[in-house]
């Protein structure tokens, strides 16, 4: 398993993944779950991935292929609108785990996988789609401008209280960060290194991309703020009537 989080805010986006691919208790890889295309300089093309790693992997060099490839349909490139990739990349991902099933019409719920796509093409505003597994999705909105994968319910309420369109991007990018520390305390299929992307509205070439290693210092700093943070508060709560 894995977690992933992408942020749609006014400033821009704020994209942060794990990567952590476990089989079991003893089998434990990394790959990477942030994707950043190749495409022409107008467009930024970001994918984030979670589930079977044969699919996400299908998907993600069925893509890269097209990119390459002036006389694909759906190239990155010809596209003119970002949810015309999101249907693209879904019909993919619904064809990849099809081709796993009992028949056309079936996929194996063993070869799911979930995407979210983030992004920007020219001057057309910022999105973030979530892609489910049947190749359908849906898009981050002002009164849902965070969008998760994998193992979201630890992670979701650090989100849910700090998160509204029109915080900044560092402290959304914080936030995805202590969001992530809060799945890998409570999961241990979710694990670094930690990949970070921040990417200002309209001037996405100006986009951040960071990695956190384990033992990585600002990530330690990070946590045990938060920590300690979280103990001061804890103290200041309301007693009881009948404590002293």
């Known amino acids: 398993m894995t977690y992933c989080c992408a942020i749609r805010l006014d400033a821009g986006l704020v994209l942060a993944s794990d990567s952590r691919t476990s089989a079991g208790v003893d089998d434990i890889s990394i790959y990477s779950k942030m994707h950043r295309f190749d495409t022409t300089p ?19 060099r069925q893509v890269e ?3 390459g490839n002036p006389e694909a349909e759906h190239a990155l490139n010809r596209t003119e609108h970002l949810d015309e990739i999101a249907r ?4 993919i991902s619904a064809e990849a785990q099809t081709s796993y099933g009992s028949s056309a019409e079936q996929s194996s719920p063993v070869m799911e ?11 057309q505003p910022h999105e973030a789609f979530l892609i489910y ?3 359908n999705y849906i898009a981050a909105s002002p009164t849902k401008p965070f969008l998760q994968i994998g193992e ?13 369109p029109t915080v900044s991007l560092e402290r959304a990018a914080r936030c995805a960060l202590i969001s992530m520390d809060a799945a890998m305390r409570s999961n241990l299929s979710v694990g670094p290194p930690i990949e970070l ?13 960071l990695r956190y290693d384990e033992g990585e210092p ?4 990070l946590r045990e703020a938060w920590a300690d943070g979280l103990n001061e508060l804890f103290v200041k709560l309301p007693r009881f009537d009948w404590e002293a």
């Open 42 to 60: 107008d467009r930024l093309v970001v994918l984030l991935s979670a589930g079977n790693l044969a699919t996400t992997q299908t998907v993600i």
């Open 65 to 67: 292929r097209d990119v």
């Open 88 to 91: 693209y990349i879904g019909g």
């Open 113 to 123: 996988a979930s995407f979210i796509l983030a992004g920007q093409i020219g001057n």
């Open 133 to 135: 597994p049947l190749g």
């Open 152 to 164: 979201t319910k630890y992670g979701k309420p650090i989100l849910d209280r700090m998160i509204d």
């Open 197 to 209: 992307l921040i990417s200002p509205a309209d001037r996405h070439e100006d986009a951040r991309r």
């Open 218 to 221: 600002y990530l330690t700093k």
